[in-house]
């Protein structure tokens, strides 16, 4: 027995002679540890490897929807049918007519304003089943695109009611069409700022940015709805519709739907201006 270690003779056939050092024996008698922690330790215990394996192959809890968030999807959803119900009467009562007498302007004017800047406001919306799924950029982005869409297509409905009559904007339809025609283009320049605030935040303070974008847009589809609401009191809708020149009540009945559809898709650009607090 030296120091150091200890000498083993094996009775073997050559009598090998290994060296066992005092380390690895005391390794050997030492008690085994676990994967994780150690049993013999003072220390308070630790969650062990295996649990942690196991949580992280447990499913994530989904979120649950509070009240506000179920009204909101209610809310869409009827917002959409009543979109759909003057959007799908509108078509119908235009286009069943013969093809030299089908008024484009209401078709396109109601496809534009009332279906696509509906749909392009309400991309924010959390209540909104198709943009759930996406990021804030990507519904800036979304909503950017239906407006532009929705602009363009009025646009041309408006021209095309320029082109074919001689005497214009005499009604509270027609002043009001090109008050809205008019400050669209600012509110697509605006829109178009406020999709890139953070580029331009060295010379324009983003706040202020989307304020005023929000703003623009919010007077933009007042008018355009405005537009939409004394459209049910021309000549066109009371020669061409079914039912408005025999039926008052019908027509009060799009007037109302028109109203209640303004109502449940401007509600969040508002919210937005009350929240930003100026």
Same mark, same amino acid.
């Given at each position: ?18 060296? /066992?050092?005092?380390?690895? #024996? ?18 308070? +215990?630790?969650? =062990? ?9 447990? +499913? ?14 209610? %809310?869409? %959803?009827?917002?959409?049918?009543? $979109? !759909?119900?003057?959007?799908?009467? %509108?078509?119908?009562? =235009? ?6 007498? $089908? ?7 109601? &496809? !534009?304003?009332?279906?696509?800047? =509906? ?25 950017? &695109? ?15 009611? $320029? ?25 697509? &320049? ?5 999709? @890139?605030?953070?580029? &331009?935040?060295?010379?324009?303070? +983003? ?21 939409? @609401? @004394?459209?049910?009191? #021309? ?6 519709? %079914?039912?408005?020149?025999? @039926? ?7 007037? /109302?739907?028109? /109203? ?7 509600? !969040? ?8 607090? $100026?």
């Amino acid at each position: 027995m030296t120091r150091r270690g200890k000498f083993v003779v094996n009775k073997t056939r050559d009598a090998r002679i290994n060296f /066992i050092s005092d380390a690895y #024996t005391t390794q050997q008698s030492a008690p085994q540890r676990h994967d994780c922690q150690n049993i013999n330790s003072p220390a308070p +215990p630790q969650i =062990s490897c295996s649990t942690r394996r196991l949580a992280q192959h447990q +499913p994530t809890p989904q979120p649950i929807l509070t009240f506000a968030q179920k009204l909101e999807f209610v %809310l869409t %959803l009827i917002n959409r049918m009543l $979109i !759909g119900f003057i959007t799908i009467y %509108l078509c119908w009562m =235009s286009l069943r007519l013969d093809r030299a007498d $089908i008024p484009w302007h209401a078709v396109l004017c109601t &496809l !534009g304003f009332l279906v696509l800047m =509906s749909e392009g406001l309400m991309a924010y919306y959390r209540g909104n089943v198709w943009t759930q799924v996406c990021q804030r950029p990507e519904k800036a982005r979304l909503h950017w &695109l239906l407006q532009l869409s929705g602009s363009i297509i009025g646009i041309i409905g408006i021209m095309i009611k $320029i082109c074919l009559e001689e005497v214009h904007f005499h009604t509270r339809h027609g002043i009001i069409g090109l008050a809205t025609m008019i400050i669209l283009f600012i509110s697509l &320049l605006s829109g178009l700022s406020s999709l @890139y605030a953070t580029e &331009l935040k060295s010379r324009l303070q +983003p706040r202020f940015n989307k304020t005023s974008h929000n703003i623009i847009g919010l007077i933009t589809f007042t008018l355009s709805m405005a537009s939409m @609401y @004394y459209s049910f009191e #021309t000549q066109l809708f009371n020669d061409f519709s %079914l039912d408005a020149s025999t @039926y008052l009540d019908f027509r009060l009945l799009l007037e /109302i739907t028109t /109203i209640i559809i303004f109502v449940l898709t401007a509600y !969040g650009p508002v919210w937005c201006l009350l929240y930003s607090r $100026i």
